[in-house]
């Protein structure tokens, strides 16, 4: 069985990444507290994405501020792979989202990169971009398991890089979606160049508008003594929703 994948991209394009974040978007990263020198879970956020998600790039550069590097291993939406993209998606460190999957990079003594709120999440509409919404808690149940901390991961600004109208979750669940592709959400968009499209951004690459993007990399968080794994997940999503509010508090769209 070979080495599980890791998000380390050649230097040159982290240093890509870092520069188009920093000048285009402006990004801040905040470190509120040191990562754990030991396997932790990453559990973050989407702004808007599917196959591309600005939060995706985000993480990569706050990764790199917090000087983590052990090898991280993140778990990918298996659209991708539908699509024909996931041998790219491999090359940078992404796995089919699996329990197996995220085992075996934990067992390796890899990090794990999660998005629990899946496809939900991404295709948040305008008014709730700035919610953290969790689909399920499977990821604190592998943390419990694996006894490892969560390291929380809030961006804040990626769902102002376009506009979302609907999620178009009714409309996933009347095509079948769900069961045919395991996609809950066909959002309602617009955005450059697609214009007024539904399900095509996501898909598809798109010019995102310059909303400034601020990244906060919150304290672990470890299963207290008999926690549940649907509590740990819950106590999760209340620290990140709390960061965010801190972050948008003040917020203007786009400006920051």
């Keep these: 069985m070979g080495e ?6 050649p230097g040159w394009l982290t240093a890509a990444i870092q520069t188009y974040l920093r000048v285009y978007h402006r990004h801040d990263i905040r470190i509120d507290a040191p990562v754990p020198d030991t396997p932790v879970l990453f559990v973050c956020n989407h702004g808007f994405g599917g196959v591309i998600d600005l939060n995706v790039a985000a993480f990569v550069a706050a990764r790199q501020a917090a000087g983590v590097t052990r090898p991280t291993t993140a778990m990918v939406h298996q659209i991708a792979w539908t699509l024909g993209v996931g041998s ?6 992404g796995a089919p989202g699996s329990r197996h999957a995220a085992d075996e990079a934990l067992d390796a003594g890899h990090n794990v990169l999660v998005f629990p709120g899946g496809d939900v999440d991404a295709g948040k509409s305008w008014p709730r971009r700035n ?6 808690s499977g990821f604190a149940r ?6 490892v901390p969560i390291v929380p991961v809030v961006t804040a600004g ?4 376009l506009v979302v109208l609907s999620d178009g979750r009714a409309t996933a669940r009347v095509l079948g979606l769900p069961k045919l592709l395991r996609v809950k959400a066909l959002p309602l968009t617009v955005s450059i160049p697609w ?15 310059p909303t400034k993007l601020v990244t906060a990399v ?29 972050l948008t508090a003040r917020r203007t769209p786009l400006l920051g």
């Design 131 to 136: 919610e953290i919404t969790f689909h399920g």
């Design 4 to 9: 599980p994948p890791s998000v380390a991209p």
């Design 88 to 93: 790219l998606v491999e090359r940078f460190g």
């Design 195 to 209: 214009g007024v499209n539904v399900g095509v951004v996501g898909l598809l690459p798109y010019l995102p508008l």
């Design 218 to 246: 919150l304290p672990a968080i470890t299963a207290e003594a008999g926690e549940s794994p649907e509590d740990l997940a819950t106590r999760v999503r209340h620290a990140m929703q709390a960061r965010m509010n801190e």
């Design 142 to 147: 592998l943390a419990v398991e694996h006894e």
């Design 158 to 161: 990626a769902g102002e890089s």
